[in-house]
C-alpha cells in the first residue's frame, strides 16, 4: 500500500512529467562513453568552445568577404585549429561552422594513443596515462584531458622506467642491459 502524497510532494510532481521525460543526454553520454571522459566538467568545456569557435564563425562570415580584416581572422583561427587538430584542412569557415565536441576529443593523449598503436583501447590507454607511463617531450603525463598539438603528436614516448617501455624493447630485441639500470 502506497501513502498518499503530501502537499509540497504534489507541487513537486506537478512541475515533472516521467512520462513525456525528456532525456537530452544521450548524446552526452554517447562521447564521454566512446572518448572515456569521466568528468562531465570536461565534456561541458568543449561543448563551451565548440559553441565559441561557432560564435566567432558565423560573426566572421557576417563581415564582407573583401574584407582584409576578416581575411587575416579567418586566416589565424584556421591556422590555430589546424595546428590544434581540431580541423583537417585549413580550407575555409565551413569547417569551423561544423566543429563539434567529437573533434576536441579525438585529440585527448588517451585517444591520440590508441590511434598511434601505443594502446588497444582507449580505457587501457586512460589508465597507462593515469598511472604515469607516458610523457610527451621530457614531461610526464598523468592528465587523460591533456590535448595533444600535432606537433606534441610526434613526441609521445613511453617513460623510461616503465615495465610497458621494457617489455616493449625486449619483445623487439633492442633491450640493453644498460636501460635496465636507469
Not at 12 to 22: A, E, H, P, T
Not at 45 to 50: D, E, P, R, S
Request: glycine share 2%; proline share 3%.
Amino acid at each position: 500500500m502506497v501513502r498518499a502524497f503530501k502537499f509540497h510532494e504534489q507541487k513537486l510532481l506537478k512541475k515533472v512529467d516521467f512520462v513525456q521525460y525528456k532525456d537530452d543526454s544521450t548524446r552526452e553520454n554517447m562521447v564521454m562513453r566512446r572518448y572515456h571522459i569521466e568528468k562531465k566538467q570536461d565534456y561541458q568545456k568543449y561543448n563551451v568552445l565548440c559553441g565559441q569557435i561557432r560564435k566567432i564563425t558565423a560573426k566572421l562570415s557576417l563581415l564582407d568577404p573583401k574584407d582584409p580584416f576578416r581575411d587575416t581572422k579567418t586566416d589565424q583561427m584556421l591556422h590555430k585549429l589546424y595546428l590544434m587538430g581540431f580541423i583537417t584542412a585549413k580550407k575555409s569557415l565551413s569547417q569551423c561552422e561544423q566543429m563539434t565536441v567529437s573533434a576536441i576529443c579525438r585529440r585527448r593523449l588517451p585517444v591520440v594513443m590508441v590511434r598511434l598503436k601505443m594502446a588497444e583501447t582507449v580505457k587501457l590507454a586512460v589508465q597507462y596515462v593515469e598511472q604515469g607511463h607516458i610523457r610527451i617531450g621530457p614531461q610526464v603525463m598523468t592528465d587523460p584531458a591533456f590535448i595533444v598539438t600535432r606537433t606534441m603528436e610526434d613526441y609521445i614516448t613511453w617513460v623510461d622506467s616503465s615495465k610497458i617501455k621494457q617489455k616493449i624493447m625486449k619483445y623487439n630485441d633492442k633491450l640493453d642491459d644498460y636501460d635496465l639500470l636507469q
